[in-house]
């Protein structure tokens, strides 16, 4: 089986920063695009950023600026860099990797969540 798993997560102050980190393991062959969303107190869960196994990046405006995404892939790592911290970016942010080959096939995966909070 392949496997994510997030870790990173925490209580911060309001302008604090935290720096996130998926991890994938099982027998990988390949990791296409891997993203990070987020799931806040009653909302639907969004897409925060994602980055393809090239290095291109895409961001959701409002956040464009304060948070990073990268990866190594030599690692099989993804990482998300989030400063200045807001209090509306509590929720648990989860990471996907929906073209993961694999062993015995091609995987949509999800990791378990980590939390974030961010204090006022």
């Known amino acids: 089986q392949v496997q994510l798993v997030e870790s990173g997560g925490g209580l911060v102050q309001a302008g604090g920063s935290l720096r996130l980190s998926c991890a994938a393991s099982?027998?990988?062959?390949?990791?296409?695009?891997m993203g990070w969303y987020r799931q806040a107190p009653g909302k639907q869960r969004e897409l925060v950023a994602d980055i393809t196994s090239s290095g291109s990046t895409n961001y959701v405006d409002s956040e464009k600026g304060r948070f990073t995404i990268s990866r190594d892939n030599a690692k099989n790592t993804m990482y998300l860099q989030m400063n200045s911290l807001k209090p509306k970016d509590t929720a648990d942010y989860y990471c996907n990797a929906p073209r993961v080959l694999g062993w015995n096939g091609y995987y949509d995966c999800w990791g378990q969540g980590t939390q974030v909070t961010v204090s006022s």
């Open positions: 099982g027998r990988i062959f390949s990791i296409n695009t």
